[in-house]
């Protein structure tokens, strides 16, 4: 067995930790390490989600792996990317739905499965819902794709139409029936949008 800290010792956040045993792969959490995001962002200004993971590709505040979603690798960065090792990842098992703990979960490869409790998972589909976990790495349980914009295609757009993509979740414990379907509902479906 081997571990490997990607990010979050001895900082408060980040936590990347993944965990290797033959060839399968977990990751512990993929969180936001809040100290080295201060160093570039606050306040206002914050990362530029038309660029997909160019931003924090660049700024060294994810691993340089080949692990990351398909439609946020900017056109630009794509090339560089695919020569960086692709790790093995059958989950990532969340511990609490904290940005120190998931904040760029959503960022991770859309076939990765995340795990958590159905707790954990109640809150970070009400945070996606209420939109206030917008940023580029909460998209879960669900997200919008990008695409390359048409006539400048190192900038990443969202399709027009609410066409959402849903991620692999596996609970730790069983969820009664109110659970499952919220779990599966889209806001706009309330909305009648």
Not at 25 to 39: E, I, K, P, T
Not at 48 to 72: H, Q, T, V
Request: proline fraction near 6%; avoid cysteine; charged fraction near 20%.
């Amino acid at each position: 067995m081997r571990i490997t800290v990607y990010d979050g010792a001895g900082s408060i956040g980040g936590n990347k930790i993944h965990i290797l045993e033959n060839d399968n792969g977990l990751f512990l959490d993929f969180g936001m390490n809040f100290a080295r995001y201060s160093l570039y962002y606050q306040d206002f200004v914050g990362e530029r989600p038309s660029r997909g993971i160019y931003d924090l590709w660049r700024l060294g505040l994810i691993p340089k792996l080949n692990i990351y979603r398909s439609d946020l690798l900017p056109n630009d960065l794509k090339a560089e990317i695919s020569t960086y090792n692709r790790i093995p990842i059958n989950a990532v098992l969340i511990s609490h739905a904290h940005l120190d703990h998931v904040g760029n979960v959503a960022i991770l490869h859309e076939g990765i499965p995340m795990v958590g409790s159905l707790v954990t998972m109640v809150i970070l589909k009400a945070l996606r819902d209420t939109g206030h976990g917008s940023h580029l790495g909460m998209g879960i349980p669900y997200y919008s794709p990008k695409q390359p914009k048409q006539g400048n295609p190192a900038v990443l757009e969202s399709k027009k139409t609410k066409t959402y993509k849903w991620r692999p979740l596996f609970l730790t414990e069983s969820p009664n029936h109110e659970s499952i379907e919220f779990l599966q509902k889209r806001v706009e479906e309330d909305l009648g949008k």
